[in-house]
């Protein structure tokens, strides 16, 4: 992050406490995401995703969350895109939530896990219906020679289904990360920044303030 000017007139600064150490992890997030969505003004859940091929090459991108408690943080793709792909090659993933307006930022590592699929069920059927018919039409992160082709398989797709309920496709579904890691992240001035980790060690988290 760049350095804050205090007389900047884009993103005031926000003289936040310093972080609790003494918090739960999960009950934090929660906090700050409640924070988030009060002050951000479009998708305060979308997270920079992180993944990697099994011999280590990373990639990221920005997905939305959709559900989260204990068990982790979940979001859903078509699993033969390139992120389905790293996953099943390489099943951990590295989530980076950044709210500007708030000028805090959460980092979560941990391993993946699939979502059930009563969960994916669940989840998809909540979707609106074009964004179903768009997960039926679209071969996600494939070569496409026109988009006219795609305009007609979702155009195939409407009319395939017409009025009837659409079936999740088997290759789409969602994943879990289950965290190991967690760093809080508040900006300061001049970059004298807040920071705290959690990492997970047998049935509890040791918990570290860092230097900026």
Not at 107 to 128: C, K, L, M
Not at 142 to 158: S, T, V, Y
Request: aromatic share 10%; hydrophobic share 35%; charged share 25%.
């Amino acid at each position: 992050m760049p350095e804050t000017d205090p007389a900047a007139p884009t993103v005031p600064f926000v003289d936040h406490p310093l972080i609790d150490l003494s918090a739960d992890p999960f009950t934090l997030f929660d906090t700050w995401m409640h924070d988030a969505e009060k002050a951000e003004p479009c998708d305060p859940n979308a997270m920079v995703l992180a993944t990697a091929t099994a011999d280590g090459r990373p990639s990221a991108r920005i997905v939305l969350l959709k559900g989260h408690d204990r068990r982790g943080f979940v979001f859903y793709t078509n699993m033969f895109s390139r992120k389905g792909r790293e996953l099943e090659a390489n099943p951990c993933a590295a989530l980076l939530f950044h709210w500007k307006s708030l000028r805090r930022q959460i980092r979560i590592e941990g391993d993946i896990t699939p979502v059930s699929p009563e969960e994916a069920d669940a989840y998809f059927a909540s979707r609106s219906r074009m964004s179903q018919l768009g997960a039926i039409a679209s071969d996600q992160s494939r070569p496409l020679a026109d988009r006219d082709i795609f305009e007609q398989r979702l155009k195939n797709a409407e009319e395939e289904f017409g009025s009837a309920p659409i079936p999740r496709p088997k290759n789409w579904s969602g994943y879990r990360v289950s965290p190991q890691h967690f760093e809080f992240w508040q900006e300061r001035p001049y970059r004298l920044h807040d920071r705290a980790i959690w990492e997970h060690h047998g049935n509890g988290w040791d918990v570290t303030r860092l230097y900026p």
